[in-house]
């Protein structure tokens, strides 16, 4: 998700927590997180993944409230904010999980878009590093009638001069793989072979895949087995429910419990960032899948 392609889809719109009565708590005002507390039940801050969340998909609440929510929650921060939203995330003790930078659409595959994409990512790779956080986000853009060999050709042109600048700044450029089925027609890095590939031949650990479980659901599948021979080439991940993108609860497909589980097992220190559309009150369902995933 970028920060400058807003207008493009719902996605780009911006538009149960410990128990129940955490989940009540943060709805209220997080008097009951304290008593949650108080149990022997892991929370997101001492669980094995460090949880975050898309601020895109809570567009409708304002940022401070959504930051004292998520602080309450154990999150360590916040997906997909610009250097204007840092201030107010850092009042809160939290990070900026993941920083935008150029639009999904135009990207990296076509030569055309490098100029302003880099200029871009620069831009982000520099506000991330005076901050001192880790992660800016890429994307390969659409084909737009580029084979596939070509755009990675292209993609690794561009790669290969934007990510020495990540190296020295100590950033980690993550291009997001999202699926072209459903959301995001004609994206090119729709496949996690594909992403698997453009990593090794970019070959720096300062570039990896952001790799969305709910896109690559849609996609491929076999997630867990993915994630297992992968995760090296993964640096950040998202959640989401399929079919829908919405909670990540028994309402869908997939096993979240096990995924959380599997990355936890790889030991990389990696962001998990809840990026689904809540389709009832948006905090609760946040807390409720917080919950879900500690592990």
Not at 142 to 170: F, Q, S, T, W, Y
Request: glycine share 8%; hydrophobic share 40%; net charge neutral.
């Amino acid at each position: 998700m970028s920060l400058s392609s807003k207008p493009e889809s719902t996605r780009r719109d911006l538009i149960r927590a410990a128990t129940a009565t955490v989940a009540a708590g943060v709805a209220l005002g997080g008097s009951s997180t304290h008593a949650a507390a108080d149990s022997n039940k892991k929370s997101a801050a001492t669980g094995r993944l460090k949880q975050s969340v898309c601020r895109w998909c809570y567009g409708k609440i304002p940022l401070d409230e959504l930051c004292s929510a998520a602080k309450r929650m154990g999150l360590v921060g916040i997906d997909l904010l610009g250097p204007a939203d840092f201030a107010t995330i850092k009042k809160y003790d939290l990070i900026c999980t993941m920083v935008g930078s150029h639009p999904l659409s135009d990207g990296l595959c076509e030569p055309k878009f490098h100029a302003k994409s880099l200029e871009m990512i620069n831009a982000a790779i520099e506000a991330t590093s005076k901050e001192g956080w880790r992660n800016v986000i890429c994307f390969s853009g659409n084909r737009r009638g580029i084979d596939d060999r070509v755009g990675m050709d292209n993609c690794v042109k561009a790669l290969k001069e934007i990510v020495p600048i990540a190296e020295k700044a100590k950033i980690i450029l993550n291009m997001e793989l999202l699926n072209s089925k459903v959301d995001h027609a004609d994206y090119m890095c729709d496949n996690s072979k594909w992403g698997v590939e453009l990593v090794k031949r970019v070959g720096s650990n300062n570039f990896k895949l952001l790799y969305d479980i709910y896109h690559m659901q849609i996609m491929e599948g076999d997630v867990i087995r993915t994630i297992e021979k992968e995760h090296a080439a993964f640096g950040h991940y998202h959640t989401g429910g399929n079919p829908g993108r919405h909670e990540i609860d028994e309402s869908q497909e997939l096993n979240y419990k096990a995924i959380a589980r599997a990355i936890a097992d790889t030991k990389d220190e990696v962001y998990f960032a809840h990026e689904f559309i809540p389709a009832r009150d948006p905090l609760t369902s946040l807390a409720e899948a917080v919950d879900l995933c500690v592990v």
